[in-house]
């Protein structure tokens, strides 16, 4: 929430764009990175929902019961309903041709009579389009006489008779109903139409005093402005003298005086008693006025409020002197005010509409009660405005950069509080010259940072417990997929397991053989308990682990156990018991000489059993042992005559 100040009041820009014209969606995404740390963008307010239009609005008007926003724009032409209790919009309609001006009928919103770009005059109610009609002439304002229920209709171009008209359009009868003619000048143009010529003549706009003597004034195109009586249907009384057009008229409460705006600018604050103007104003910027408000602040000082496309002025209504002025960066169209508030509300060019609160002008609108509070809480903050290009030191840290002999010589420090503000040119000359090396030490500062935040998004959960750790460490292993380790999860979080982890009556004993049937992948050292990995390692790894080893005397180390060597061995079936045969490795099997005896013992032949298995030199003994033999026919002496040894079968 951005805040200006005009001599002594504070203007609060609650909602409005930074720019003239709105940044393509494409580029609005690439610059939504750089917005994480604009102060201005953080500190934003969304006061009403989608309240904004795709490239401009038109007009807006609050309801009378201050519970509803209707607001016009554009494009494709609609007309958007908030609701204020809610901060939301209620609904969007799209219409034919673009608005013009609208009115609002009743106290909300449900009957709303719309002025549309195409001659057309619009009736509209929550259910929709209730009923239109189309004018014989271009309209250029639009007012509603409650006394006598018609829509006033201030056109361009002139009568049969050469008079400019102001369409009265009855609301009972639901006709039209006799035109107020209006003195607009003579038509010199060559170009005939249906409104006339270019330069020809119109009545630019109306205001009605409602709540006084409903007495009707018109501003035309030739600088007069004419008084009608409503109930007679007749001209009261003529001003002229204007210079140039007259653009924007609005009546005091009380309906004694007139406020005029032409289209050079100029302001004229007239008593309907007097043709003299009791005050006169230049708005400034030359444009012609769009908006005239009578105002009350909340301590009962009258104000008016004028507007161009360019600025906003509000003055006062005695001398004349600038109260406040608010100037938006986008062209404006429209001015409302909540009335008996500080809430102003602009329909202007650009995408979203403007609202400013003036704290002194009034209290924030019921439907925005917090804006009150935020503005006190603002109002009690330093502001540093003007010590944008200051940096505050200590009188300490003045010493250490050498800057103590300025104090009381230069404008470069300006004392405030307990220390100095002191240029930030200066200042990043007396830290260079103080330390020439600080480049470098922010440098490595930052990539240590950098560094030091890379390894934390690596470090798991680390959660210590008293008992149980190796158990913890593996629960937080399973979470490694997620951001950010959950240790309150499962059982590290559930109260009833909390002694499993502090109680050591309840620690898992790893070199139990029930813990070794769940987890065979787990080797434990039974002397230490540590757990051990059973990969083998390279040589030049055992050296480097045994040099650490012996460099940390005090940190224990679980002992490493190198697997005994596999060795392939051959087991032979026979079963020869002249001689015992000795298993040993293939490569240390010497070849024998001479040729093979073909003769088999025992029932099996042919067999060749490898394994890599290591069996113990009992278990070998007893499998080498030959078995007894049977006594057959005949004897061991007795040489067999034939080689077959199926025979024996």
Not at 138 to 160: I, Q, W
Not at 186 to 196: A, F, K, N, P, R
Not at 368 to 396: G, R
Not at 595 to 622: H, I, L, N, W, Y
Request: hydrophobic content about 30%; proline content about 5%; glycine content about 6%.
């Amino acid at each position: 929430m951005k805040v200006t100040n005009q001599g002594d009041v504070s203007v609060y820009t609650i909602a409005g764009a930074n720019t003239a014209r709105p940044l393509p969606d494409w580029l609005a995404r690439r610059r939504k990175r750089s917005l994480k740390s604009d102060p201005e963008y953080q500190n934003r307010i969304e006061l009403l929902q989608d309240f904004e239009f795709e490239e401009a609005s038109q007009c807006v008007r609050v309801s009378e019961d201050n519970d509803w926003i209707i607001s016009t724009g554009t494009y494709k032409p609609q007309f958007h309903v908030h609701y204020l209790p809610h901060l939301a919009l209620s609904y969007a309609r799209h219409t034919k041709s673009l608005n013009t001006t609208f009115l609002l009928l009743s106290t909300d919103f449900s009957k709303s009579l719309h002025l549309q770009s195409d001659r057309k005059l619009e009736f509209h109610t929550p259910a929709g389009c209730h009923y239109e009609l189309r004018l014989p002439r271009y309209g250029r304002d639009l007012a509603y006489d409650r006394h006598a229920t018609e829509a006033l209709v201030p056109s361009v171009g002139m009568d049969s008779d050469g008079n400019g008209e102001v369409f009265r359009m009855n609301l009972e009868i639901g006709r039209f109903m006799k035109s107020y003619q209006v003195d607009v000048g003579t038509d010199d143009g060559v170009e005939s139409g249906l409104q006339g010529s270019i330069g020809v003549g119109s009545v630019n706009t109306a205001a009605v005093a409602e709540d006084s003597h409903n007495l009707l004034a018109f501003g035309t195109s030739i600088g007069s402005v004419e008084f009608w009586d409503s109930r007679s249907r007749s001209r009261v009384a003529i001003l002229g003298g204007q210079e140039g057009e007259i653009t924007a008229l609005d009546f005091n409460p009380s309906g004694l005086s007139l406020a005029t705006g032409t289209s050079n600018g100029l302001i004229k604050l007239f008593d309907l008693r007097s043709p003299k103007p009791l005050l006169q104003k230049d708005h400034g910027p030359g444009f012609p006025i769009k908006n005239l408000i009578h105002m009350t602040t909340s301590s009962q000082e009258k104000k008016i409020l004028s507007a161009d496309k360019q600025m906003i002025k509000i003055w006062d209504e005695l001398d004349g002197e600038t109260w406040t002025s608010v100037e938006p960066l986008v062209d404006i169209n429209f001015v409302t005010w909540c009335k008996n508030t500080g809430m102003i509300l602009t329909a202007n060019e650009g995408k979203p509409l403007h609202s400013f609160f003036i704290p002194q002008l009034g209290p924030a609108p019921r439907w925005c009660s917090f804006l009150d509070n935020m503005v006190e809480e603002m109002a009690e903050e330093v502001s540093t405005d003007q010590y944008d290009n200051f940096k505050f030191l200590t009188l300490p840290e003045l010493k250490s950069l050498s800057l103590a002999h300025l104090i009381g010589k230069t404008n470069l420090l300006r004392p405030y509080m307990h220390g100095y503000f002191v240029a930030s040119k200066l200042y990043d000359q007396a830290r260079l010259i103080a330390n020439p090396y600080a480049i470098e030490e922010e440098r490595a500062k930052r990539i240590k940072e950098k560094v030091e935040k890379q390894r934390a998004s690596r470090i798991r959960g680390n959660k210590k417990v008293k008992v149980n750790q190796n158990l913890v460490d593996k629960l937080l292993k399973r979470q490694e997929k997620r951001a950010q380790p959950d240790t309150k999860a499962g059982v590290l979080g559930d109260d009833r397991f909390s002694r499993l982890f502090e109680d050591e009556e309840f620690k898992i004993d790893e070199n139990s053989r029930e813990f070794q049937v769940l987890n065979p992948s787990t080797k434990v050292d039974p002397e230490s308990g540590a757990q051990l990995h059973a990969t083998a390692h390279s040589s030049d790894e055992s050296e480097e682990d045994a040099s650490d080893n012996d460099n940390s005397d005090d940190e224990i180390v679980p002992k490493r156990v190198t697997p005994k060597e596999m060795v392939m061995r051959i087991r032979s079936s026979n079963r020869d018991s002249s001689r015992s045969t000795k298993d040993t490795s293939l490569g240390s099997r010497a070849p024998k000489s001479g040729r093979v005896s073909k003769a088999r013992g025992g029932d099996v032949v042919g067999e060749r059993q490898v394994t890599f298995v290591p069996e113990s030199s009992k278990k070998k003994d007893e499998e080498e042992a030959p078995p007894p033999r049977a006594k057959g026919r005949r004897t061991d002496s007795r040489r067999s005559a034939s080689g077959n040894v199926f025979r024996r079968l």
